[in-house]
């Protein structure tokens, strides 16, 4: 077996970039990612690669597409008010259908906010985020070697779709530090027939754009991509399944907020409270069918979230109004601890409302 | 065995740097372990605190809300965190910084004057290192083992000069 180290989850992404073959990056600084960037600017030079910081979150987007738009292998990293920059050149990638990676370390919103870990960016990071119709494959890390593990896969779906990934982490996976086994060197394998990499005049040349006039050509362009965007949803969507086989009180969490559940569901099964969890390991496409199947059997949904509850519409959408869904929540840069948790889950099973 | 630890000081106080080398000895030792670092914007003065957590099964949440150890290196973080400590736990305070004792009647107290020590070493940024010594001394779940090569990993290869007075700080908070 590989070596376990230690790392924190903004290095882990880093180094399992590089080690997918990674080596373009662009960035800005921020908190609580910045050790991400400091990683690649110590790196890349030394490995024939690119670091460069912009002189803005806009510019760094900006050569991703550049990058991307050759083939390679390319991303950014930031935090959630520098991710909102990030918008209209994620929307222009997703137009020209081009693999990137984009991480966002979350911090509490809106504004400025905060330096401490939030999930209040779900609606963004799932819905689209910048301006038209489009998706990003969205991963959710809840260990630094899910940060390590995640990021290469986010690079290879991000090829074999054609369309930008992201790596939805929080404040506490980037900051902390866990032992982890660093996944081996990979590269793209999908061919990219697509990318701009000089003619050398033996072909005709390949045009990367998101602009389309005309109207019947830019709707083809839609319906074409939300085609793909249906196989994904069918065959993408990954979770974790924890102590569910015979729950009633059913947590959905991912990140941060997943690891402080497994707390809850155990000591709530020693109160003798049969609670499990459903951690979405992808939030887009979002893991529906196993919400579907528990909504036949659970009592209760109870979604445990770092915003006001923005994951808590998907999960209603999956089960279908079958079955109540309550949130449970902190906000603006807290996190729940184990016995808010609990104390939730105890006052629905009295029968009472939170 | 799981052993839940928070280091809780001003920035600058190694309160990071304590946790870290407590993290690697874990690591060496073959545990499961989380590190996770809280503080604000400041470089030095304002609060730092820090969660390990040291143990034989895969760790959950990495957030350390009721320690089994607190340690306390000035008044606002025993202010803060004295309730949050499990009963029969054991709270290190560090008596040169923090004059009032401990009001909990149901945990371990070990009053150890860390800062004035490490200053008559001449090391007074390693009041974090002589408490954690003493930490190791006293705590069943932090063996006294692997110091040389923990201390190898937590110590930037810049700072290699640093390794033995770091162990001579740890020595002192042991024999005590």
Request: charged residues 20%; glycine residues 10%; proline residues 6%.
């Amino acid at each position: 077996m590989a070596e376990k180290v230690l790392m924190k989850g903004n290095e882990a992404i880093a180094e399992a970039a590089i080690r997918a073959g990674c080596l373009h990056y662009f960035g800005y600084p921020i908190t609580p990612q910045t050790e991400l960037a400091a990683y690649m600017a110590k790196r890349m030079p030394k490995i024939g690669g690119v670091f460069l910081q912009a002189e803005s979150e806009v510019a760094a987007i900006n050569m991703v597409y550049g990058v991307a738009s050759t083939g390679k292998r390319v991303m950014t990293s930031s935090s959630s008010p520098g991710v909102s920059l990030k918008q209209e050149g994620i929307s222009y990638i997703a137009g020209a259908d081009l693999p990137a990676l984009i991480v966002n370390v979350q911090r509490g919103g809106p504004g400025l906010g905060g330096i401490q870990p939030s999930q209040s960016d779900y609606f963004q990071a799932t819905k689209g985020g910048g301006h038209g119709d489009y998706h990003l494959i969205v991963l959710t890390p809840s260990s630094v070697q899910e940060m390590a593990d995640l990021t290469a896969l986010a690079f290879d779906l991000a090829d074999k779709y054609r369309m930008p990934a992201m790596l939805l982490a929080d404040g506490t996976m980037g900051q902390m530090m866990e032992p982890v086994v660093l996944p081996g060197e990979s590269h793209a394998t999908v061919e990219k027939p697509w990318a701009v990499t000089g003619t050398e005049g033996k072909r005709k040349h390949n045009v990367v754009n998101s602009l389309y006039l005309v109207p019947d050509e830019l709707e083809k362009t839609n319906f074409e991509r939300f085609e793909r965007y249906a196989y994904i949803e069918e065959n993408e969507a990954r979770y974790e399944s924890y102590m569910m086989e015979d729950a009633e009180y059913c947590l959905v969490a991912f990140g941060i907020a997943a690891r402080v559940s497994k707390n809850a569901v155990v000591a709530l099964r020693a109160k003798g409270i049969r609670a499990g969890l459903i951690r979405p390991i992808t939030v887009w496409p979002f893991p529906k069918k196993p919400i579907a199947e528990a909504a036949g059997k659970v009592r209760v949904f109870v979604s445990v979230e770092l915003s006001m509850g923005q994951m808590i519409e998907d999960v209603r959408l999956s089960e279908n109004c079958k079955k109540p869904v309550y949130l449970c929540n902190r906000a603006g840069g807290k996190i729940p601890n184990p016995g808010e948790i609990i104390a939730c889950v105890e006052k629905i099973a009295k029968g009472g409302d939170v | 065995m799981t052993t839940q630890i928070l280091i809780a000081g001003f920035g600058g106080q190694g309160v990071l740097f304590a946790g870290k080398f407590l993290a690697y000895k874990g690591l060496i030792e073959g545990k499961n372990l989380s590190w996770l670092p809280s503080y604000g914007p400041e470089m030095r003065g304002g609060t730092a605190n820090c969660s390990v957590i040291i143990s034989d099964e895969p760790v959950g949440s990495p957030i350390v809300s009721e320690p089994d150890v607190l340690i306390a290196m000035n008044l606002p973080s025993l202010d803060k965190y004295e309730d949050a400590v499990v009963p029969g736990g054991m709270i290190f305070v560090d008596s040169t910084l923090i004059e009032r004792k401990v009001k909990r009647t149901d945990v371990k107290v070990f009053y150890v004057p860390s800062t004035k020590l490490a200053a008559e070493m001449n090391a007074p940024t390693l009041a974090n290192m002589v408490m954690t010594g003493k930490v190791m001394k006293e705590c069943p779940g932090v063996s006294g083992e692997n110091i040389e090569a923990a201390l190898k990993k937590v110590v930037s290869a810049r700072h290699q000069d640093l390794l033995e007075i770091n162990f001579k700080a740890l020595e002192t908070g042991y024999a005590l």
